[in-house]
Antibody, heavy 127, light 111 residues
Framework: EVQLVESGGGLVKPGGSLRLSCAASGFTFSNAWMSWVRQAPGKGLEWVGRIKSKTDGGTTDYAAPVKGRFTISRDDSKNTLYLQMNSLKTEDTAVYYC??????????????????WGQGTMVTVSS | QSALTQPASVSGSPGQSITISCTGTSSDVGGYNYVSWYQQHPGKAPKLMIYDVSNRPSGVSNRFSGSKSGNTASLTISGLQAEDEADYYCSSYTSSSTSYVFGTGTKVTVL
C-alpha cells in the first residue's frame, strides 16, 4: 500500500525550531519529487516547498514566506523526507502534509500535481 | 505570490451540475497547462481529482471534468451527489517564484 506518514509536530514557542519527518512506503521513494503543503486552522492549502529526486538534481524550492527559515531534505536510504523549521512564527501554525507527484499507469511522473498525501501533523507556534 | 481566486461557496441540488472557477494570471494559470484540482473532506487530506487542466487520475469519477480559458480554470461536477460535498482547491505552477500556488478554496454544498 502506498503510504506517507508524517511525525514530529507539536507545540513550540516563537523563534523555536522543529523537525518534521515523513516516512514513505509502497513506492520507489528515491524517484519521487516530494513536497510539503500546510493548512492553517480553518484556512486553505499553502505550498511550502519541494525537493527533487537525486537523479533530477536533488534541488529544493521554497515558498517566499518560509525561504531562509525552512529546509527540506531527504534520506533515500530510509525512505524519509524531512522539514527543518527554524525561526518559527505564529503564522506557521498549521497542519503540515507531505505529498508526492502523481504517477500515471505508464509510470510517467507529473511533477505539478500532488497525488499521495500523508495524514498531516499539527504544528502550533505559540508562547 | 497571491493565492488563486475561487468563489467561497457553490451549491447545487443532487443531479445538477456546478462549476467552480479558479482565476489567476498569465504567470500561473494562463501561462501553463499545470492546473490541478483537489477535493478535501473535513479532517481529511486532500485528494487529487484533476491534473494538467483536464486529466482525471484513474479511479476518479468521470462526473468531474476540468477546463481552462485564458487565466481562468474551471472544475465542473456533473450529476452532483451527496458525497461531493467538500472543499475544493485548484493549484497551478507559477513562474513568478518557481513554485506552486493554491486557490482560496470553494466549499461545495449539496442542497
Amino acid at each position: 500500500e502506498v503510504q506517507l506518514v508524517e511525525s514530529g509536530g507539536g507545540l513550540v514557542k516563537p523563534g523555536g525550531s522543529l523537525r518534521l519527518s515523513c516516512a514513505a512506503s509502497g513506492f520507489t521513494f528515491s524517484n519521487a519529487w516530494m513536497s510539503w503543503v500546510r493548512q492553517a486552522p480553518g484556512k486553505g492549502l499553502e505550498w511550502v516547498g519541494r525537493i527533487k529526486s537525486k537523479t533530477d538534481g536533488g534541488t529544493t524550492d521554497y515558498a517566499a514566506p518560509v525561504k531562509g527559515r525552512f529546509t527540506i531534505s531527504r534520506d533515500d536510504s530510509k525512505n524519509t523526507l524531512y522539514l527543518q523549521m527554524n525561526s518559527l512564527k505564529t503564522e506557521d501554525t498549521a497542519v503540515y502534509y507531505c505529498t508526492t507527484d502523481f504517477v500515471d499507469s505508464s509510470g510517467w511522473s507529473y511533477h505539478d500535481a500532488f497525488d499521495i498525501w500523508g495524514q498531516g501533523t499539527m504544528v502550533t507556534v505559540s508562547s | 505570490q497571491s493565492a488563486l481566486t475561487q468563489p467561497a461557496s457553490v451549491s447545487g441540488s443532487p443531479g445538477q451540475s456546478i462549476t467552480i472557477s479558479c482565476t489567476g494570471t498569465s504567470s500561473d494559470v494562463g501561462g501553463y497547462n499545470y492546473v490541478s484540482w483537489y477535493q478535501q473532506h473535513p479532517g481529511k487530506a486532500p485528494k487529487l481529482m484533476i491534473y494538467d487542466v483536464s486529466n482525471r487520475p484513474s479511479g476518479v469519477s468521470n462526473r468531474f471534468s476540468g477546463s481552462k480559458s485564458g487565466n481562468t480554470a474551471s472544475l465542473t461536477i456533473s450529476g452532483l451527489q451527496a458525497e461531493d460535498e467538500a472543499d475544493y482547491y485548484c493549484s497551478s505552477y507559477t513562474s513568478s517564484s518557481t513554485s506552486y500556488v493554491f486557490g482560496t478554496g470553494t466549499k461545495v454544498t449539496v442542497l
